[in-house]
């Protein structure tokens, strides 16, 4: 079997429970590109197996620790036990993360369920070599009517992988209808945001739900995630989007759930701020779900001022009783720094405000606990006193 010896550091990190091992803690590698191999110390000690990279910063992902190597089944087992604490979770909704990469033991695999379909992603050399396996292995547990492979993340060229979107398994439409809760959808798992729906914010739009009311301002909508889960509750619904396919994506799902309330525009939300502000509009309820600001360390200042400017904003915007829903998936800003943005946007605004819940991504997108990386989503409640 393939073997790699890593540093003392390595080890360290290791036995600290954290499943990767970059490069620079790697001494002598004698594998090749996705290979599982045996992970010793620099004295030879067994540490544990790993998935091998030759091209990625992170050369090793631990599969199993200890002298052992996992069973032939390895795979198969994670994805059944993955499945099934999905299964037990009971979600109200036909759309959800079955397997949640390092979460469930499965390094860098994603699969998101649409309804009868799977959509796939591969985002390493070692579970990219393993997808006629992992297809395989889904098609017999799941028994869905096709798997998409929606291998076009960017972080597949730093492994030295091709973006492509391809089917695996029977056959997948460009729409799927699925449901979320009352609300349904229209998605298209082949050009879709991420695998076509934001599903970590799935328990979030639960949790705004018991806010939400009167006039509603949804920032950075997307396909109208936010904006039609909370429209059941609202007199008004604006939903704001700079992208023109999202915001026609809004209208059709409006349509669909016939929530006649719902107003969809393509703009800015930094400018729409703006210009509600100037024309003395106002909310009792609004969501911001930017993209991530901070896409890496060097970015975090230059995003912290684009959080801070947002929820001013809005902070301003709202009527006071009135809840605002704020939400940063940079798993560069940590939870303390983004409740300390808040605080400071809501000190500038001059306007009190309390926190009514601190929440994170869905429940079937765990947090790995030894993974910080792995908790990116952070959603905060809040409520503007005066
Ligand atoms: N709230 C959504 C997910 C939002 S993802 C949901 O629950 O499903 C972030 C969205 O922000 C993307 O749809 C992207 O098109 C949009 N976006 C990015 N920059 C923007 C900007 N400056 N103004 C408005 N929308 C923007």
């Known amino acids: 079997m393939s073997s790699v010896t890593i540093s003392h550091r390595g080890e360290d990190r290791a ?44 050369t090793l992902r631990m599969i199993a620790y200890g002298p052992h190597p996992p069973g032939p089944s390895f795979i198969e087992d994670r994805l059944a036990a993955a499945i099934a604490f999905r299964t037990s979770l009971a979600l109200d909704a036909t759309a959800y993360r079955l397997v949640h990469g390092e979460a469930d033991r499965l390094p860098s695999l994603i699969v998101d369920r649409y309804g009868e379909y799977l959509v796939v992603q591969a985002l390493s050399q070692g579970t990219d070599r393993r997808l006629p396996e992992i297809t395989a292995a889904l098609a017999a547990l799941v028994r869905p009517a096709g798997i998409l492979a929606r291998n076009d993340p960017r972080v597949r060229l730093l492994e030295g992988l091709e973006q492509k979107v391809e089917i695996l398994h029977g056959e997948v439409p460009d729409r799927i209808e699925v449901r979320e809760g009352a609300v349904s959808y229209d998605v298209d798992p082949w050009r879709g945001q991420k695998t076509g729906l934001f599903l970590d914010q799935r328990e979030n739009r639960e949790a705004a739900l018991r806010y939400a009311r009167g006039r509603l301002l949804d920032g950075f909508s997307y396909n109208g995630g936010f904006a039609l889960a909370l429209a059941p509750k609202c007199e008004s619904v604006l939903a704001v989007d700079i992208s023109e396919d999202a915001v026609a994506r809004i209208r059709e799902n409006a349509t669909r759930n016939s929530f006649g309330h719902v107003e969809a525009r393509a ?34 200042r230059k995003a912290l001022s684009g959080y801070k400017e947002i929820n001013l904003r809005a902070l301003k915007l709202l009527e006071p009783g009135g809840f605002l829903v704020t939400c940063s998936c940079s798993y560069n800003v940590s939870e303390d720094m983004f409740v300390e943005v808040v605080s400071a946007a809501a000190a500038d605004a001059g306007v009190e405000v309390s926190l009514v819940e601190k929440r994170s991504q869905g429940r079937d997108h765990p947090i790995l606990i030894n993974v910080p990386e792995t908790y990116y989503l952070k959603c905060l409640i809040l409520r503007k006193l005066a």
Do not use: C
């Open 267 to 300: 703009m800015n939300v930094f400018d729409e701020l703006r210009e509600l502000e100037r024309t003395g509009a106002k909310f009792e309820t609004i969501v911001l779900d930017p993209p991530a600001f901070a896409k890496n360390k060097a970015s975090v």
């Open 15 to 58: 036995r600290s429970g954290h499943p990767w091992i970059y490069r620079s803690d790697v001494e002598t590698a004698d594998a090749a590109a996705g290979d599982l191999v045996q992970v010793r110390g620099s004295r030879g000690r067994p540490i544990g197996h790993a998935l091998f990279s030759d091209e990625s910063e992170i």
